[in-house]
Nanobody
C-alpha cells in the first residue's frame, strides 16, 4: 500500500522553529514532486511549498508561497524517501494542519487538485 506519513508538528512559541517530515512507503521510484500544504480552521487548504526530483539522492527545484518565503525551507532525501519542511520564525498565522502530498512529474505546482496521494496531516500550533 501507498503511504505518506507526516511528523514533527507541535506547539511552538512565535519566532520558534519546527521541522516537519514526510515519509513515503510503498511507492515505486518514479519521478515525482512532493508538496506541503496547510489548512487552518475555517479556511481552504493552501499550498506552502513543493520540491521536484533532481534524479539524485537529494535536491530538486523548489517553490514557496509568498507567505513563507525566507522562513521555510523544503528539502528531500530520496535515499530515505523523506521530504522535510524546515519552518523558522513561525508566526501565529502559520497555525494549521500541515499535509504532504505527492504527484508524478516535475512541475512545481501548489494546487491541491494536482496531487494524487496525501498524508493524514500533522498539527502545528504557534502560540504564546
Amino acid at each position: 500500500q501507498l503511504h505518506l506519513v507526516e511528523s514533527g508538528g507541535g506547539l511552538v512559541q512565535p519566532g520558534g522553529s519546527l521541522r516537519l517530515s514526510c515519509s513515503a512507503s510503498g511507492f515505486t521510484n518514479d519521478y515525482y514532486t512532493v508538496g506541503w500544504f496547510r489548512q487552518a480552521p475555517g479556511k481552504e487548504r493552501e499550498g506552502v511549498s513543493c520540491i521536484s526530483d533532481s534524479g539524485g539522492d537529494s535536491g530538486g527545484n523548489t517553490r514557496y508561497a509568498d507567505a513563507v518565503k525566507g522562513r521555510f525551507t523544503i528539502s528531500r532525501d530520496n535515499v530515505n524517501n523523506t521530504v522535510y519542511l524546515q519552518m523558522n520564525n513561525l508566526e501565529p498565522e502559520d497555525t494549521a494542519v500541515y499535509y504532504c502530498a505527492r504527484r508524478l512529474g516535475d512541475k512545481l505546482i501548489l494546487d491541491t487538485h494536482e496531487y494524487h496521494y496525501w498524508g493524514q496531516g500533522t498539527q502545528v500550533t504557534v502560540s504564546s
